[in-house]
C-alpha cells in the first residue's frame, strides 16, 4: 500500500457515495453555462474591447450626428465642422492623456482644472507680449507643473492621503492663491505664440498636432518602456509590484508630475488662444471631471492597471462631437450634460458588466 488514500476517481464516473466527479459541480454539466446560440453566456461581453468600442461609439455618433443636422437642415461634416472639433478637443485630450497615466497607476487628479487656469496666467505674465519671453515662460509653466504634480504624489505616497482628498485640497490651494491674486485676465500673450492656438497644417490645426504628439509620448512611455509596465503594474495591484522589486511610491509620483506638466501644457495652449491669463479658464471648461470622463469613457479602470491612451483619445473626441452636435442643433445645455452623463455611465456600466462576467466565466 501505498499509504496516499484511495487512488483517483477516473473522469467521467461517479463517486461511490452517489455524488459527482471530481471537478465538476453537483446539479451543474461539465464546462461554462452557455447560452441557446452555444456561446458562452458571459462570451459577447468578454469580447467587447472597450478601445475599439469607444470607437465604434465614436463612428455612430458621427453617422448619428450627421443624420440629426441634415433633417434638421444643416451640413455636419464639413471642413469647418472637423477642423472645429479637432481644436476643441485639443486642451481637454493633453489633460486626459496626462489623467489617464494618473489613472493607470491607481490614483486620480482633481486639482488639473485649477492648475490650467493658474500655467495660463504665469505663461501671458512672463510673457507680457514679448517674443523673447517665450521660452522662459513656457519654461516657467513646465516647472511650476511639476512641482504640483511633486506635492501632489508626495501627499499621496508618503502621507498616505487619499488622492481624491489630496489633490482636492491642492485643487482648493491652487484656487485660493489664484482668486488672492487675480480678478480677471492678466498678462499678454505675442501674436507669434497665438498661432499654436489657431494656425492650421492643411485641415489639421497645430493644436492638434501637439495633443497627437502628447498622446504618442505618452503611449510609447506606456507600452515600450519598463517605467510604462511598471506603471501598469503599480495600478493591477500595488502590493505585488512592491514585493516584485518596484518601487511604488516613485511610480505614483511619477505619473502625478506628468499629469500635472500634461495640465500645464494645456494652460499654455489655452493662453495662446485667448492672447491673456484667465483665472477661469480651466474650471469653466470642466477639465478636471471632463478629462476623467474621457479617460472612462475610453475603457480605463478607475481602479486602475487596464486601460490605455488609445482609448482616452477616443473617449475625448466621442465628447467633442457630441458637443460640435449639440450646438449645430442649438440643444439646450443641461440637456447637453443628461445626455453626455447618460453616455458616460452608460459605458461604465457596460465595462463593469464586462468585468464581473470575465470573473465569473
Known amino acids: 500500500m501505498s499509504g496516499h488514500g484511495p487512488p483517483p476517481v477516473p473522469t467521467g ?22 447560452t441557446r446560440a452555444g456561446r458562452p453566456a458571459a462570451g459577447v461581453l468578454k469580447e467587447i474591447d472597450p478601445t475599439k468600442a469607444v470607437y465604434v461609439a ?19 461634416l464639413t471642413t469647418e465642422t472637423i477642423v472645429g472639433i479637432q481644436q476643441r478637443s485639443a486642451a481637454l485630450g493633453i489633460v486626459a ?4 497615466l494618473a489613472i493607470l497607476a491607481g490614483s486620480l487628479d482633481l486639482s488639473v482644472a485649477y492648475l490650467i487656469s493658474l500655467s495660463s496666467l504665469v505663461a501671458a505674465e512672463v510673457m507680457a ?9 513656457v519654461g516657467a509653466v513646465l516647472a511650476v507643473s511639476a512641482l504640483v504634480g511633486l506635492v501632489n504624489g508626495t501627499l499621496i505616497t508618503r502621507l498616505r492621503v487619499h488622492a481624491f482628498i489630496a489633490t482636492l485640497g491642492t485643487a482648493l490651494i491652487l484656487r485660493g492663491v489664484i482668486d488672492h491674486f487675480y480678478d480677471g485676465p492678466a498678462g499678454s500673450v505675442p501674436v507669434s505664440f497665438q498661432s ?62 506628468l499629469c500635472s506638466v500634461c495640465a500645464g501644457i494645456a494652460g499654455l495652449l489655452l493662453a495662446a488662444r485667448l492672447g491673456a491669463g484667465a483665472p477661469t479658464v480651466g474650471t469653466d471648461g470642466g477639465y478636471d471631471l471632463e478629462s ?20 482616452t483619445v477616443g473617449g475625448v473626441l466621442l465628447l467633442a462631437v457630441l458637443d460640435s452636435v449639440f450646438n449645430q442643433l442649438e440643444v439646450n445645455s443641461f440637456f447637453k450634460d443628461v445626455v453626455r452623463g447618460v453616455v458616460i455611465v452608460a459605458a461604465v456600466a457596460v465595462y463593469a458588466l464586462r468585468g464581473r462576467k470575465r470573473r465569473a466565466a
Open 97 to 100: 492623456v496626462g489623467q489617464t
Open 292 to 311: 476623467i470622463a474621457a479617460v472612462v469613457l475610453g475603457g480605463t479602470a478607475l481602479a486602475g492597471g487596464r486601460g490605455g491612451v488609445a482609448g
Open 129 to 137: 507680449g514679448r517674443d523673447g519671453a517665450i521660452l522662459p515662460a
Open 196 to 257: 499654436l492656438g489657431y494656425d492650421r497644417i492643411g485641415p489639421v490645426p497645430v493644436a492638434a498636432l501637439l495633443w497627437a504628439a502628447v498622446a504618442v509620448a505618452a503611449w510609447v512611455l506606456l507600452r515600450r518602456t519598463r517605467t510604462g509596465h511598471r506603471i501598469y503594474a503599480v495600478g493591477g495591484d500595488p502590493e505585488v509590484a512592491r514585493l516584485s522589486g518596484v518601487r511604488t511610491g516613485r511610480v505614483v509620483v511619477l505619473t502625478h508630475v
Open 13 to 34: 464516473e461517479r463517486r461511490a457515495d452517489g455524488g459527482p466527479p471530481p471537478g465538476r459541480r453537483a446539479g451543474r454539466p461539465d464546462g461554462p453555462r452557455r
Open 58 to 76: 465614436l463612428a455612430a455618433t458621427l453617422l448619428g450626428g450627421w443624420l440629426l443636422v441634415a433633417i434638421d437642415g444643416g451640413d455636419f
